[in-house]
């Protein structure tokens, strides 16, 4: 039998289940041998001195006849039929008997007439053809001219039925022990298993976010596993920030380098410039443009792979949403534009605030520049997803020009300003969540809305 | 106008130094954070344009500390930190607009016209004094619609003037917005500006205010 390797307390349970129940027959058979042996040597004992007793009381009389010389004590030789009984022969003929027999006798079998004077042991068919026990042995009395038989005889029926009975109990007993100790392995597998459970919930609860770290104390056998546990984490979030940091610094180093570049090229680019010197700034302006898109390609990469394997910690949308809403607020200032948001207190995403704030900034961003007047931010909670959708009330997009959106690196309208890379980070933060991006004209504006799908944390 | 920039690249410091003079900005630059710190609580600038990873001080905190001591001036953020998440932090300590490097000198011109414009509480980019128009995106001066040639200064104390349309203006004031830091200031040159352009602009649109100093008239039917 092998175990399903599955589940662990299946594995002790059964092994224990086993263990019990090997024991407890082995046990049951050893006590009902021993107890069968007991009441055998008893009943054998108690046999051999009724036949003692038989022996000893036996006399012949003065006519020459076998005679007891005093009733044999024990009741039952008296009552028919009782199971126990007596008989003297002598040459194969029934001299005396127990009253007990009544009217039959004991049939010996044919070679039982040994005149040694030991004691033989019998099966015999009794009264009422039951089995019975039976000691016999010849006797020769000092007054009697002819040796005596003499036999003694108990129903084994008897013996059976307290056999019968010691076994019933046995098994009973025996039985009850087996479930309790069933039960008792269970309790001890469940209480013995619970600190994996407790691993699990916590293990649970940093996924969420909701902790950052295995906290609980575990006992001493699964200690050194959550410790382990604790570093990998630390290590990963280590990793995680020194990477970031460093492709930071690599990216704001080289956009300092790159804007310094652009203006030179800018300048040279003046309209009184040579027509050489105005190719020349067209060349670089359009390297800087095409570095900047690298840059900022490989960095919201890098950024939404790094985020991927981390734990989801939880975001307050609303929170994020208002502080986006001041950024817009002075960032797009000069157009006056009325921002709207709309987001129910307690709606977490089950994510990293940065991403979120990437993905809604840069949403929110491409809508002002693109609203004649207004900008709304919604959202709702759909059962284990949020859907945010920022709407604006612009000239709209043609669906040719969704799928446009959405690869990397496209620009909508040259004259905005932007890179147009700020939706293709949305997409790859969006998908690295599992998540969904779908732009779809705003029915009540008219122009362009945009929905975010993600997952939120309950 | 008076500008200070805070910027830590020598070269990219020049660039703005050079195109923001040309526009008739007098500028100052700090390239640290203490620098700046220093200057920005002291000096009377009409904007302030800081880079955030700075030596020495955090651009941040720097910004943060103006705010705490009660100094209004417009900030702009110019930086290569260009995470939304940076920019919540830049608005969050006080910045007034966030701009990422690399960027277009001319949209940092434009944001920066339109920064002191509204906190000066003015909506459109043209200013209006009776025939006199400033158009602030293009930098051009004209009286009934013909165009005005002035100098460099005499735009800078015309612009300052026109920003604060209707208010007494110190000689002082001005001289602390027109000149540079490092410039061998004379107060007595800002009357010199104001003889040519009283000339240049005709009639008695900059007033005198005895013993405080000079005042842009709004004529009635354009006061705004």
Request: with cysteine; aromatic share 4%; charged share 25%.
């Amino acid at each position: 039998m092998t175990p399903p390797v599955g589940s662990l307390r299946l594995r002790l349970l059964l092994g224990a289940a086993v263990w019990i129940l090997l024991a407890l027959v082995i046990a049951g058979l050893v006590l009902a041998e021993l107890f069968a042996r007991h009441v055998q040597d008893r009943f054998a004992v108690e046999l051999g001195h009724h036949l003692d007793q038989l022996a000893s009381s036996l006399r012949i009389d003065a006519e020459g006849k076998p005679d007891l010389v005093r009733r044999l004590p024990d009741p039952r030789f008296s009552r028919p039929l009782s199971g126990l009984y007596w008989q003297v022969s002598a040459n194969g003929r029934v001299v005396l008997r127990s009253r007990s027999l009544w009217d039959q006798t004991l049939a010996l079998p044919a070679d039982a007439s040994a005149e040694d004077g030991r004691v033989r042991q019998w099966r015999i068919a009794g009264p009422e053809r039951q089995p019975l026990y039976g000691l016999e042995r010849s006797l020769l009395l000092p007054e009697g001219p002819e040796s005596l038989q003499v036999v003694v005889a108990e129903d084994l029926g008897e013996l059976d039925a307290a056999f019968r009975a010691f076994n019933r109990t046995l098994a009973l007993s025996l039985a009850a022990l087996a479930v309790a100790l069933t039960v008792a392995a269970v309790v001890q597998v469940t209480l013995g298993l619970r600190p994996l459970g407790w691993l699990r919930d916590e293990l649970a609860e940093i996924r969420s976010g909701r902790k950052r770290r295995f906290q609980r104390p575990m006992p001493s056998e699964v200690q050194p596993l959550i410790d382990d546990l604790n570093a990998l984490l630390d290590h990963a979030d280590e990793v995680v920030e020194r990477g970031r940091l460093q492709a930071g610094n690599l990216a704001h180093g080289l956009k300092t380098n790159l804007a310094v570049l652009a203006n030179e090229a800018e300048r040279l680019a003046r309209p009184d410039a040579q027509r050489e010197d105005a190719e020349v700034a067209r060349l670089m302006l359009s390297q800087v443009a095409t570095m900047r898109r690298h840059i900022d390609h490989h960095m919201a990469r890098a950024r939404a792979a790094a985020s991927r394997g981390l734990p989801g910690r939880g975001t307050d949308v609303a929170d994020c949403v208002s502080a986006l809403v001041r950024v817009m607020q002075k960032v797009h200032a000069s157009r006056n534009l009325a921002i709207r948001a709309e987001v129910p207190a307690g709606l977490t995403f089950a994510g990293d605030r940065q991403d979120l704030e990437e993905m809604l900034g840069n949403l929110l961003d491409n809508a002002c520049k693109w609203a004649k007047g207004a900008v709304a931010v919604m959202a709702v909670r759909e059962s284990k997803q949020l859907i945010v959708s920022v709407e604006d009330d612009g000239v709209g997009l043609s669906s040719e020009v969704f799928e446009r959106a959405l690869s990397p690196g496209t620009r909508l309208d040259e004259s905005v300003p932007g890179t147009g890379l700020g939706l293709g980070l949305v997409r790859d933060l969006v998908t690295s969540y599992g998540g969904k991006l779908v732009f779809a004209p705003s029915s009540e504006s008219g122009g362009l809305r945009a929905s975010l799908r993600l997952p939120a944390l309950s | 106008m008076r500008l200070l920039v805070v910027e830590d690249d020598p070269i990219l410091l020049r660039q703005l130094r050079e195109r923001l003079g040309t526009e008739g900005y007098a500028v100052d630059a700090a390239i640290d954070g203490t620098e700046a710190a220093f200057l920005g609580s002291n000096e009377p600038y009409d904007a302030i344009v800081l880079d955030l990873g700075l030596p020495r001080r955090d651009g941040l905190s720097v910004l943060r500390s103006w705010r705490e001591e009660g100094l209004s001036i417009p900030v702009l953020i110019l930086t290569a930190r260009d995470h939304w998440h940076d920019k919540v932090l830049g608005i969050d300590a006080g910045a007034d607009d966030y701009l990422a490097k690399p960027f277009h000198m001319e949209e940092l011109l434009a944001r920066l016209r339109a920064l002191i414009r509204r906190a000066r509480g003015h909506a459109s980019s043209e200013l209006r004094a009776g025939p006199v128009v400033l158009d602030t995106r293009t930098g051009t001066v004209t009286t009934d619609g013909q165009p005005l040639d002035l100098t460099g200064y005499e735009f800078r104390v015309l612009s300052y003037l026109m920003h604060h349309a209707g208010e007494v203006v110190s000689r002082t004031e001005l001289t602390e917005h027109v000149y540079a830091q490092d410039f061998d200031r004379d107060s007595n040159t800002i009357e010199v500006f104001i003889g040519r352009l009283r000339k240049k602009l005709g009639g008695d649109l900059i007033k005198t205010v005895r013993g405080l100093g000079y005042r842009l008239e709004i004529p009635p039917d354009d006061a705004p």
